[in-house]
């Protein structure tokens, strides 16, 4: 397979960081991302005895705070340089301006001198939104320091395109989140995407779509399953691992 299958952990599962990389190796994923507050040099020594590499640290919030979103930025950047973090994921409560520009780009860059880059999630939940304005992030970051984040949730429900996702630029996409979704019951997209996404295949989304565009166009990245649901969180973490590992596979082989 080409395309490298990793594991985004639920903050909600009740397991250690030492189980959670074996359930995440025993079911067949390379890559492991980790909340920043469970980094430790033992969990850096868990994931090197696993083979299992980090693909992305959870998470830099860019928010309104110039002063705290850096600080959070400089400690993101000391656990990525520990636990030797590829992305680090960056979610978004303000918009593109002339400053918020100047914020990312410092972020990125501080991230930079740790070995990570800044991952750019967009979402219909905040401000930024789609893949075209995702991508105007990326460049105020600095190309060659951020990636797209594309979470086929944000993509589906938000207001991103099939010609988006047919043009993005592959060499500008950190990742891929991957993950389904029955129809929602209700306008309330925080419980929606918190709570009620289920296993590729078992809801509503063209995901053979979704990765076929990619796939034809050469992508060879890493995808990584993150399926938040409040009836699967009660699944051992091992059996749930399984079962996300054996959705997603074959939408990518």
């Not at 891929?176 to 590729?200: G, K």
């Not at 078992?202 to 979704?210: A, P, S, T, W």
Request: some cysteine; hydrophobic content about 50%.
């Amino acid at each position: 397979m080409a395309v490298e299958l990793a594991l985004t952990p639920d903050s909600r599962w009740d397991i250690d960081t030492d189980g959670l990389v074996r359930a995440a190796r025993d079911a067949g994923f390379s890559a492991l991302g980790i909340p920043a507050g469970r980094v430790n040099t033992e969990a850096a020594a868990s994931f090197a005895s696993a083979g299992l590499h980090c693909h992305e640290l959870l998470a830099l919030v860019i928010a309104e705070d110039e002063t705290a979103t850096v600080f959070s930025a400089q400690r993101l950047a000391e656990a990525a340089a520990v636990i030797g973090a590829r992305w680090v994921n960056a979610v978004f409560r303000v918009g593109l301006t002339d400053e918020t520009a100047k914020v990312i780009e410092r972020c990125a860059a501080i991230l930079a001198e740790a070995g990570a880059g800044m991952a750019v999630e967009f979402s219909p939940l905040g401000p930024v939104t789609s893949i075209r304005t995702g991508l105007e992030v990326v460049a105020a970051a600095g190309t060659d320091r951020a990636g797209l984040l594309i979470d086929t949730w944000h993509f589906f429900l938000g207001d991103s395109t099939w010609e988006d996702l047919a043009h993005v630029p592959l060499e500008q996409i950190a990742y891929i989140q991957f993950d389904d979704a029955p129809v929602p019951e209700s306008d309330n997209l925080m419980r929606e995407t918190m709570h009620r996404r289920v296993m590729p295949g078992d809801g509503v989304f063209e995901l053979d779509r979704f990765a076929s565009t990619l796939l034809d166009r050469g992508f060879d990245g890493v995808v990584s399953v993150e399926v938040l649901n409040r009836e699967l969180r009660a699944l051992p973490v091992p059996e749930f691992a399984r079962r996300a590992y054996a959705s997603s596979a074959r939408y990518w082989s």
